[in-house]
C-alpha cells in the first residue's frame, strides 16, 4: 500500500514538474523540397526544452496513420532558456505535417507546411553592372493605401506633421510607381527594410526589426510584398531586399526571454560599438579594440546579434534563404556588414551563395580609403587569408571623390576633377571593380544637389553621367531623379527631412521634369550598351578641372569628357590617340543623337560633358 501511494505521489510530482507546453512562434514559417540547406526549426512558447517530437502527415485535414516519410526528426537540441526547442528536420516531400511537441500527457502541436521547390531556383540569376538600382525609403516614398498608416498590432501610428515620424508609405505605394521607375531606366528596386520594426518612435526606418519573418501590417503583408516582387518581375524590374543581420530592436520578441545569454551582446552597460572596422584587420589593433567594433550596439534601440552563437547563424541562414526563397529575390543589401563578427558573418553569406549560387549581395561598408573597402569583397587576396564571401561592396571612396570635385570651384592643386581621377587609380584593389556598388547619395547622407556648389543642376547632371558610364552597379537614390533638396536647409544631412516623399502630380515641376527626362535617356541607353556592363577604363590626367575616360572592348568604345569649370574647354583629342586609333573616329551621341567626328578638334561648354560611342569598323548606327 505504502509502495503505490509512494508510486502516485511521484508520479503525479512528475506530472507538475510539467507546465502546459505551450508553441508561440514557429520559424523558419515554413520550408521547401530540394534545398542545400538543412532545415532546423526553432520552436519558442512555454515549457518546451526536453519535450518528445513527433510529426505525423496531415492529408485533406486528417492526420496520416503510421511512420512519416516526408519530414523525419534527425535530432533535437534545447537552448538555456526552457522555452525554446531546436529540431533538425529532413525534408524529403512537399506536405503538411504535424509537429507534436510533448511532455508527459500534455503536449502542443503546429502544423508545418513542406512546399515543391519552384523550378529554377537554384540557378535565378541577380542583378549586375547591367542594371540601374533604384533605392526606396519604404515609409517616406509613396503612400499607396492609407488604410494601413496605422495598424491595431503596432505602437507608432503615422503622423505626417512629425518629421522624425511615420508617413505611410507602404508595399502598394511602390507597385503604383513601378511604371516611373521603369521608365526612368532602373531595372532593380532596393527598398530599405519593411520587417517588422515595432518601436515607440523613430521605427519609420526600419532598421530595428522586430520580426524577422513579417513585413511589418504598415508597409502590407508577406503576401503583397511577394506580389510586389512578381508585379516588378513583370515589368523587368528586379528587387533586392535591404537585411539588418547586426542588430534587432528592442521591440523584438526575443528580448523579452533570450534563447541564450549570449544570444545578444551584452554589456553591464550600455556600450556602443566603436565603428573602428580597420581593428578587423590592423595588425596593430588591441583585442579590446576588436570586440567592440563587432560586438557594440549599434545604438540604444538596436541590441547587437551575436553570431558566433551557432544557433543565432544558423537562424540568420535560414532566415535569408527563406526569403530569397518564399518572395522569389533577385538579390541581397547587407545593412551594417563589417560591424558583424567577421568570421560567422562569412559563414552566413557562405551559405546563401551555396543555396544560391548566382546571387548577387551588396554589403554596406560606410569606410574609406579603398583599401579599407577592398578588404571586404570576396576574392581579394587579403594578407591574412580573409574572404568575406561579400561579391559586392558599396563605393564610398567615389561617392566622396565625386562629391568633393563638385563642391567647390576646383580650381587648387588636386581639386576638382582630379580627385575622380584619383579614386579610380584604387581600382587594383578590388578583385572585380564591376561588382561596386557606384552611387552619388544614399538615404543616409544628403542629396546629390545639396551637396554640389550652388546646388546647381548642372553640376548634378555630371555627376550622373560619371554614374552612368564609369564601371560598376549605378544606384539612384529615390527623389534625386527629380534633383531634390532637403527640406532643411540649414542641414541637409538631417535624415528625416532628406526622406521625404516623392513628389506627386501637380508637385513636379518642370525642372524636375527636365532633370528626369535627362536620367531617363541616359539610363535606357545605358541598358543596351554592353560595354558599359563590362568594359576596361583607361583615363587620362588633367589638371583644368576636367577628366576624360573610355569604356572599351576590342570591339567598341564608349568615349566621356566631363568638364567642371565654368570655362568652357578644348578637348585634347590627340592625348588619347593610343584609344582613338582603335576605333572609327565618328560617333554618336547618346544624349543628343548627334554625330560627333572625333577626328576634328571639339570644344565643350562649361560644367557639362561628352559623351560619343565608337566603333571598330563602322557600322554604328545614330541612336533616336
Same mark, same amino acid.
Given at each position: ?21 505551450? #508553441? ?18 526553432? /520552436? ?25 516519410? =516526408? ?14 526547442? +531546436?529540431?533538425? +528536420? ?27 521547390? *519552384? ?7 541577380? +542583378? ?11 515609409? *517616406? ?47 532593380? #528596386? ?100 576588436? @570586440? &567592440? ?39 541581397? *543589401? ?8 567577421? #568570421? ?36 581579394? @587576396? ?20 565625386? *562629391?568633393?570635385?563638385? !563642391? ?26 564591376? @561588382? $561596386? +556598388? ?23 547632371? $555630371? ?34 527631412? $532628406? ?10 515641376? !518642370? ?11 541616359? /539610363? ?41 569649370? @565654368?570655362?568652357?574647354?578644348? #578637348? ?14 565618328? =560617333? ?31 557600322? &554604328?548606327?545614330? &541612336?533616336?
Amino acid at each position: 500500500m505504502r509502495k503505490s501511494i509512494l508510486f502516485a505521489a511521484v508520479l503525479l510530482m512528475s506530472q507538475m514538474m510539467y507546465a502546459n507546453p505551450k #508553441i508561440e512562434q514557429v520559424e523558419p514559417l515554413c520550408w521547401w523540397t530540394n534545398m542545400q540547406t538543412p532545415l532546423t526549426v526553432m /520552436f519558442h512558447g512555454q515549457d518546451l526544452n526536453d519535450a518528445q517530437v513527433s510529426v505525423q502527415q496531415v492529408v485533406k485535414g486528417k492526420l496520416v496513420r503510421g511512420a512519416c516519410h =516526408g519530414l523525419v526528426v534527425r535530432g533535437q537540441h534545447n537552448a538555456e532558456s526552457a522555452n525554446y526547442l +531546436f529540431v533538425d +528536420f529532413g525534408v524529403f516531400q512537399p506536405g503538411t505535417y504535424r509537429i507534436t511537441l510533448k511532455k508527459g500527457k500534455k503536449s502542443a502541436s503546429y502544423d508545418y507546411v513542406i512546399a515543391e521547390r *519552384r523550378a529554377g531556383s537554384r540557378e535565378r540569376q541577380s +542583378f549586375t553592372s547591367a542594371d540601374v538600382v533604384y533605392l526606396i525609403m519604404s515609409d *517616406r516614398f509613396v503612400d499607396g493605401d492609407a488604410t494601413n498608416n496605422s495598424t491595431p498590432d503596432t505602437r507608432e501610428k503615422a503622423d505626417k506633421s512629425n518629421v522624425n515620424g511615420r508617413f505611410g508609405g507602404d508595399i502598394q505605394g511602390i507597385i503604383n510607381s513601378l511604371d516611373h521607375i521603369a521608365k526612368l531606366g532602373c531595372t532593380a #528596386i532596393w527598398p530599405t527594410p519593411m520587417l517588422g520594426d515595432d518601436e515607440e518612435a523613430w521605427s519609420y526606418h526600419g532598421y530595428a526589426c522586430s520580426d524577422y519573418y513579417h513585413i511589418d501590417s504598415r508597409y502590407g503583408s508577406n503576401a503583397q510584398y511577394a506580389q510586389m516582387v512578381q508585379t516588378a518581375h513583370d515589368k523587368g524590374i528586379k528587387v533586392l531586399m535591404d537585411m539588418v543581420p547586426n542588430h534587432c530592436g528592442s521591440s523584438h520578441w526575443w528580448m523579452k526571454d533570450l534563447p541564450y545569454h549570449d544570444w545578444i551582446n551584452q554589456f553591464d552597460e550600455f556600450t556602443n560599438t566603436n565603428n573602428c572596422f580597420t581593428a578587423n584587420y590592423d595588425i596593430n589593433a588591441s583585442e579590446y579594440d576588436r @570586440k &567592440l567594433s563587432n560586438r557594440g550596439w549599434f545604438d540604444h534601440p538596436m541590441p547587437d546579434m551575436n553570431l558566433e552563437n551557432p544557433d543565432l547563424l544558423k537562424y540568420f541562414q535560414q532566415w535569408a534563404i527563406w526569403w530569397i526563397e518564399y518572395a522569389n529575390l533577385d538579390g541581397l *543589401r547587407v545593412d551594417t556588414y563589417p560591424y558583424i563578427e567577421r #568570421i560567422p558573418g562569412s559563414e552566413w553569406l557562405a551559405a546563401i551563395r551555396k543555396e544560391y549560387p548566382n546571387l548577387n549581395i551588396v554589403g554596406e561598408c560606410w569606410t574609406r580609403p579603398a583599401s579599407a573597402v577592398a578588404y571586404w569583397q570576396s576574392g581579394v @587576396k587579403n594578407f591574412d587569408g580573409f574572404d568575406s564571401n561579400l561579391p559586392t561592396v558599396m563605393d564610398f571612396p567615389t561617392e566622396e571623390a565625386i *562629391r568633393q570635385a563638385l !563642391e567647390n570651384e576646383g580650381d587648387f592643386w588636386g581639386g576638382g576633377l582630379t580627385k575622380v581621377y584619383d579614386a579610380l587609380t584604387m581600382d587594383y584593389m578590388y578583385a572585380d571593380v564591376n @561588382k $561596386l +556598388f557606384t552611387f552619388l547619395g544614399n538615404h543616409d547622407m544628403s542629396r546629390i544637389r545639396d551637396a554640389v556648389l550652388d546646388k546647381d543642376i548642372n553640376r548634378v547632371k $555630371l555627376a550622373y553621367v560619371l554614374l552612368a558610364t564609369m564601371r560598376g552597379i549605378p544606384q539612384v537614390l529615390y527623389g534625386d531623379e527629380y534633383a531634390l533638396v532637403s527640406a532643411n536647409e540649414e542641414n541637409p544631412n538631417d535624415h528625416s527631412y $532628406l526622406r521625404m516623399p516623392l513628389p506627386q502630380g501637380k508637385e513636379v515641376t !518642370e525642372e524636375m521634369q527636365e532633370m528626369y527626362d535627362f536620367q531617363s535617356r541616359l /539610363f535606357n541607353w545605358r541598358k543596351d550598351e554592353k560595354v558599359l556592363h563590362i568594359g576596361k577604363t583607361m583615363h587620362f590626367l588633367s589638371r583644368d578641372n576636367t577628366y576624360a575616360f573610355f569604356r572599351y572592348t576590342d570591339d567598341e568604345a564608349v568615349f566621356v569628357f566631363a568638364n567642371a569649370s @565654368k570655362e568652357p574647354r578644348e #578637348i585634347p583629342i590627340k592625348h588619347y590617340e593610343e584609344m582613338l586609333c582603335r576605333y572609327d573616329r565618328v =560617333g554618336f551621341s547618346p544624349l543628343t543623337g548627334e554625330q560627333i567626328d572625333l577626328s576634328q578638334e571639339q570644344k565643350i561648354d562649361g560644367l557639362s560633358t561628352m559623351v560619343v560611342k565608337l566603333k571598330r569598323n563602322g557600322a &554604328l548606327k545614330s &541612336l533616336k
